[in-house]
């Protein structure tokens, strides 16, 4: 399997339900990002981690607890969630601070917060 | 701060006619530019990138795009679009070093018969 994978891509979960989504990278990449992609909103950088440290957080609310327990994952573990924190979740890998690198991005995962 | 402008937020374009999509960076220094594609319910592709060089570089799909430095633009043109490009375009900037990677707002392009 190659690039970026998300699981699952579709979720609903109340507002008191605990639950994580999951991302892989089968591209050697040192660094990996969570994104949030709002109706009629741009692409919101939420968490980035730099080989396995969290190296920034964009005063997202704690809600949402990122984990990189490598280089090849990401999670993002929800809880207490509220409606408008539904949206498509963006999880992307890139080799970290080498010149001519882009970031690649899995297929999202739809969340549906109700 | 790095921003990232996209003044279009939809454009119609007829199968077959050229396409144009408008970007604008603000920041310091040159930096690494992006174009990416966004079908519906799907992730980012990216199309094409600009480091430095030759201005015009040349991507997947028939996309090209043109960096001028004097207009802090980098847009993004196809000579003829076909119906499966009608998706979501963001233009994206990244510092020369760092990881972090900010979008414009997107462009929906639409084609007609």
């Known amino acids: 399997e190659t690039g970026v994978t998300q699981t699952p891509r579709h979720l609903v979960m109340g507002m008191t339900n605990k639950k994580s989504l999951k991302c892989e990278q089968h591209l050697g990449h040192n660094a990996m990002y969570w994104y949030k992609q709002s109706a009629k909103k741009p692409l919101e950088l939420m968490f980035v981690y730099s080989l396995e440290e969290r190296v920034e957080n964009n005063s997202v609310p704690s809600r949402f607890s990122p984990e990189c327990p490598n280089s090849s994952h990401l999670f993002l573990h929800l809880h207490t969630l509220q409606p408008e924190d539904s949206a498509l979740y963006l999880c992307?890998?890139?080799?970290?601070?080498?010149?001519?690198?882009?970031?690649?991005f899995g297929q999202g995962t739809r969340l549906t917060v109700v | 701060a790095q921003s990232v402008t996209q003044p279009d937020i939809h454009i119609t374009v007829s199968e077959g006619a050229s396409l144009e999509l408008r970007c604008n960076y603000s920041y310091g220094a040159t930096p690494y530019l992006f174009w990416y594609v966004q079908s519906p319910g799907q992730g980012l592709q990216l199309l094409l990138k600009y480091f430095s060089g030759d201005t015009l570089v040349q991507g997947i799909k028939g996309f090209e795009a043109e960096f001028k430095r004097s207009q802090s633009s980098f847009n993004l043109r196809k000579p003829s679009v076909h119906w499966s490009d009608a998706a979501e375009y963001f233009c994206a900037v990244r510092r020369a070093a760092g990881n972090k990677l900010t979008f414009g707002g997107g462009t929906r392009v639409l084609v007609k018969p």
């Open positions: 992307a890998s890139s080799q970290a601070d080498r010149e001519g690198t882009e970031a690649f």
